[in-house]
């Protein structure tokens, strides 16, 4: 049977083709006269998302998700994937539906596909715009060659809390940062144009503020000022929406009292009315039913009635508009045009990717084998697990340089811990469909780096527990070496969703695992991979070699091979403060100075007893092979007017012997304003490259707008007043320069 909606587009065509606009139009009557033709049942499939039963990334699985296809019940689909499969999904709702409306198909698409890249908190650490753009431009690639159009990333949540897992899948601290990371992220994903087959409609999440659970733990209570919410959290998301990003997703948190998926100020006042945001709305798994549970719904059916009602247009898999928004509706609980609305927003976005021109479009099994794990991939794997990896610490050991490693070396090297040689552990959390047998293990990276070394492994210890019985082979290992190299950390489920940790301290028994290692007198380098922060201040104090090889994905071991070696200099600096312990949360380098800041030489200011205010290691830090030193902060004025730049200036050296890249980053602090402002902001930064002895000017450019905030009135402005600006290669070591702010 030819399909209606085809005879009608071709309707359309002719009437709009005959000396009318095409274009927005044309995608506007198609979608419109194709909703006329829809009954309640139709629309209301267009707003249910199902997984299909190949992952379950949620709670909940359900049972007949291909019938409720053919019966045009469920119009979109998540966690299907391969050409194969999908094109049988994509033929049940073409073929055999009443108007053959195509699905949707989304996925996870964290940090790559098949061919996984380093977990999103480790590869910001690159400060690299350009190759973050470029990871995400592959992976959606790879993906849609896998048969996808919809990724659920960016994940664009700032937390200052690494007990919650999930700080793995974010760009950190930082609103300023992670907003260029989000845009960065959309544009890659969807390209030029949504209809291209190799790119993905985008999702930014999660809406909002989700990364401020309370105690760091998942799903937990979020409650602040709205000030707070739109310095801190909300940057990212506007840059997302700035970037074009096709779609949103809720969170599952509560906002101070209302949940995300029922919270009309979030999804109403600010996304539609004062972002003017066009495109569609989902919600995260279950987060309608949940509001059950939240205590704001009184069942499923009054809680689909809340999303609904908030501006959510589709539900993924609670089917609370599934089986209840017909009776809503009859009983005047919803109304037909926010029905039609939000079925609107779903058809529009299947217009923009092209499925009403071909539904199989990105159904194409020769692609798939073309692209899926291509060289091409690999390449950009490798390039970008070496700029996320961080140098935390290189001291010598008895006066000889342990790092880097010369490639010609024929020591025995030992090399412990449960991540030395691990496939699955290096994709880090929400791998997707990534390929662990394609992945490059340390041992495998290092045996082929370092042809000469003879390599000795011991396990050592694992994740959970305190099974201590592969201590001894470790110690023997040890001592049979000239070198030990630690490969501690977490494993991949160990971060992540659901994964928050209320110790971050190195898991299972490897704490005491490096102190045994640490007491054979043998030099040690450790390599940390985790999917954030953790409290290692003893081996900071003890272990003269540190590496933050976070979970780097399918090139894991030869990404950490080439910095060992040093063919890699190492550039990541990190862009979320490391706590020294668990009681320091939440810390972070945006901080407010108190009325009574620190002062070593006054008891009674803002510290504590037992440790330093100063974190381990702080937002912006990363050492390199070489070293560099700042000079000559210059500043082309003293003040500037409202009309004004302001010209920075500082001066970049590389005083070691070899070449290296570093991060100029610039802060600015407001000294006095209409509410209290944080004693920095990131306002701007610079990777370079110098070769040993070379000088850079590097140049920055503020404007009063960068000096805006939200002042006790609420109103986004900047106020005259004293300011300084600081430059450094991080958020401590700094230089600073005055300048004022004038009518
Ligand atoms: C999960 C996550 C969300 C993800 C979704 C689909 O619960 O919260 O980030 O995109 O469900 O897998």
Known sequence: ????????ALTIMITMTAGAQVGDTEREEFVDSLIQRMTL???????????????STGPTLREGYKQDIQSGKCGNIFNAHTAAYNRKLQQMAVEETRLGIPLLFGYDIIHGYKTIFPIPLAE????DLGLIEKSARLSAREAAAGGLNWTFNPMVDITYDPRWGRIAEGSGEDPYYSSKVAAAKVKGYQGKKLEDPLTLAACMKHFAAYGAAEAGRDYNTVDMSERRLREIYLPPFKASIDAGVATVMTAFNELNGIPATGNKFLFREILREEWNFKGMVVTDYTSIEEMVNHGYAQDEKHAGELALNAGIDMDMQS?????????????????????NSSVKNVLMLKYDLGLFDDPYKYIDETREENIILSQEMKDHALESAMQSIVLLKNEKFNGSELLPINTNTGKTIAVIGPLADNQTDMLGTWHAAGVDSEVVTLMKGLRKKFPNAQFNYAFGGGFEGNDQSGFMEAIEVAKQSDLVIM??????????????????????PQKELIKEIYQTGKPVISLVMAGRPLTIGWMDENIPAIVYAWHLGTRAGDAIAEVLSGDYNPSGKLVCTFPRNTGQI????????????????????????????????PFGYGLSYTSFEYDDLELDKEEITFGEKLQVSVKVTNTGNRRGEEVVQLYVRDLVGSVTRPVKELKGFKK????????????????????????????YVAEPGDFKVFAGGNAIEVLEADFKLVE
């Open 1 to 8: 049977m030819k399909k209606q909606w085809i005879g009608m």
């Open 41 to 55: 049942e139709e629309k209301i499939g267009q707003l249910t998302l199902f997984t299909s039963d190949w992952a």
């Open 124 to 127: 910001a650490c690159s400060w």
């Open 319 to 339: 089917a609370a508009f599934y089986n209840y928004l017909a009776k809503s509706l009859e009983e005047g609980k919803v109304t037909m045009s926010d029905i």
């Open 487 to 508: 490969a501690l950390g977490e494993n991949y489920r160990q971060n992540g969703e659901a994964a928050s940790r209320s110790n971050i301290d190195l898991p299972g």
């Open 586 to 617: 939440p810390i972070y380098y945006n901080h407010k100075n108190t009325g009574r800041p620190f002062d070593a030489d006054n008891k009674y200011t803002t510290r504590y007893l037992d440790i330093p205010n100063e974190p381990l290691y």
């Open 688 to 715: 370079i490259s110098l070769d040993p002895s070379e000088t850079k000017h590097v140049m920055f450019s503020l404007t009063p707008d960068d000096l805006r905030f939200y002042a006790k009135d609420m109103n």
